[in-house]
Structures are given as C-alpha cells and as structure tokens.
C-alpha cells in the first residue's frame, strides 16, 4: 500500500512541476507567442489583412458590392397613428 502511495506522490509531483514549468515557460515568451499568433491570424485573412491598417482594400475595391445607404430623395409620407397600430 506504501509503494502505491509514493507511486501517486511521485505522479503528482511530476504533474505540479509540469505545469508551473509549463506557466513559466508561457510567462516569459508571452511576448513572442502573441506576435506569432497575430501574424498567423492576419496571414490567414489573406487579402483583408490590409483593412488593419495597410489600405489594400482602399480605392473602391468593394464599391460596387455595398448598398446605398443613401438618404431617400423625398420626405416620407405620414403616418396616422390610429391607423398604424392594429386594433385586437
């Protein structure tokens, strides 16, 4: 039963020493892990990367697929409100 015990005592070490090794690790390259990540995330938009800052989809490259967005020429019509609302 003893050798059972040490055998867990010896595991959980060995677990508890991993991951404040691990935490350690993660602390002091936090810095290069985040830039890694960042490159990987904005070289996986592709061609969207550049709207980060770059400009690559400045002059017009999606003009053509917004809608107008634009104010109506004309005023809209009122509305009565007793006859906006229908009655139950």
Do not use: R, W
Request: hydrophobic share 45%; aromatic share 4%.
């Amino acid at each position: 039963m003893q050798k059972i015990i040490n055998v867990l005592a010896i595991a959980s070490s060995v677990v508890s020493l991993t991951v404040v090794g691990v935490g350690g690790y993660v602390y002091l390259n936090k810095d290069a892990i985040i830039e890694g990540v960042t490159q990987k995330a904005l070289g996986s938009l592709g061609g969207f990367g550049g709207a980060l800052g770059g400009g690559s989809l400045g002059g017009g490259a999606l003009q053509d697929s917004l809608p107008d967005m634009a104010a109506p020429m004309e005023p809209m019509q009122e509305v009565d409100p007793t006859k906006s609302v229908p009655a139950f």
